[in-house]
């Protein structure tokens, strides 16, 4: 399984981007699946995550209303779009999938439920 993440830049305050995840070996429509991201001197921190049921989602604190997350069927791909950027946000973004097992809500928000990982996207939001 590889997963590869992309569409980070550098961004003004208070705009928008979407990252997207692709993967091979694995069928985003059936794996539980997640973003999350690391800020310099910070840990890996939870972002958002959609079940393998692909409807449930789930955000942390800090981005909800603001991004969303979502899945392409047909081309297999993940997206975070974030909207209402701020400075704060600015970190390496990562997806990370799973397609084993049914983990309980609280499993989804560690990074080490998930096997797969992509190789990070930069995000820099500007003041």
């Known amino acids: 399984v590889q997963l590869q993440a992309s569409g980070g830049g550098l961004v003004q305050a208070g705009g928008s981007l979407r990252l997207s995840c692709t993967a091979s070996?694995?069928?985003?429509?059936?794996?539980?699946k997640a973003w999350f991201r690391e800020a310099p001197g910070k840990e890996r921190e939870f972002v958002a995550a959609?079940?393998?049921?692909?409807?449930?989602?789930y955000y942390a604190g800090a981005v909800k209303g603001r991004f969303t997350i979502s899945r392409d069927n047909a081309n297999n791909r993940m997206y975070l779009q974030m909207n209402s950027l701020t400075p704060e946000d600015t970190a390496v973004y990562y997806c990370?999938?799973?397609?084993?097992?049914?983990?309980?809500?609280?499993?989804?928000?560690?990074?080490?439920?998930?096997?797969?990982w992509g190789q990070g996207t930069l995000v820099t939001v500007s003041s």
């Open positions: 959609m079940r393998k049921n692909s409807i449930s989602t």
């Open positions: 070996g694995l069928t985003f429509s059936s794996a539980g």
């Open positions: 990370a999938a799973l397609s084993e097992g049914n983990p309980i809500l609280s499993s989804y928000y560690r990074p080490s439920t998930y096997p797969y």
